[in-house]
């Protein structure tokens, strides 16, 4: 099975443990998502490693939900959700810069695309909305994290 990434990165200005607490907790996360989620359940947990969401969306009107399972391979700078049904993988990293002023946070997805001209349209389509859906959410995101800082 084929798969495609779709990487967006954006320069934050407002330091990297404020930029990273809004990404962990779902509370906060809550409020940097943009228009095409609909909702965002916690199931288990709420921040950080060990919590489970479950995010409905809905994109050119076709509705889906997603199982998020929530890991720290690196507390503090990176936090990975992973669908547990498809597989999705997706890689918030925030670095620093300028000596920890302000930081550039990186989200990575990873996904596998279904078999046959469904993914092909998949892979031809599916990247395009999710950059522009993810460069909304990283606008929102640092509007907030400066507020938060």
């Not at 889906?64 to 498809?86: C, F, N, Q, S, Y």
């Not at 950059?131 to 909304?136: A, D, E, T």
Request: charge should be positive; aromatic fraction near 4%; include cysteine.
């Amino acid at each position: 099975m084929s798969t495609f990434q779709v990487v967006v990165k954006k320069v934050i200005d407002a330091p990297p443990a404020a930029v990273y607490g809004v990404i962990v907790d779902m509370d906060e996360h809550r409020k940097i998502l943009p228009k095409e989620f609909t909702a965002l359940t916690v199931e288990k947990g709420g921040k950080g490693a060990g919590t489970v969401v479950r995010a409905e969306m809905k994109v050119m009107g076709v509705k889906a939900a997603h199982r998020l399972v929530i890991t720290e391979p690196e507390p503090g700078r990176i936090m990975k959700e992973v669908d547990t049904a498809t597989g999705v993988d997706t890689t918030w990293t925030v670095n620093p810069l300028d000596g920890g002023r302000r930081c550039e946070l990186t989200l990575d997805t990873k996904m596998r695309v279904k078999p046959g001209l469904q993914g092909w349209v998949e892979k031809l389509i599916t990247p395009g909305i999710m950059k522009g859906m993810y460069q909304r959410e990283l606008d929102l995101l640092a509007a907030h994290a400066r507020t938060k800082a």
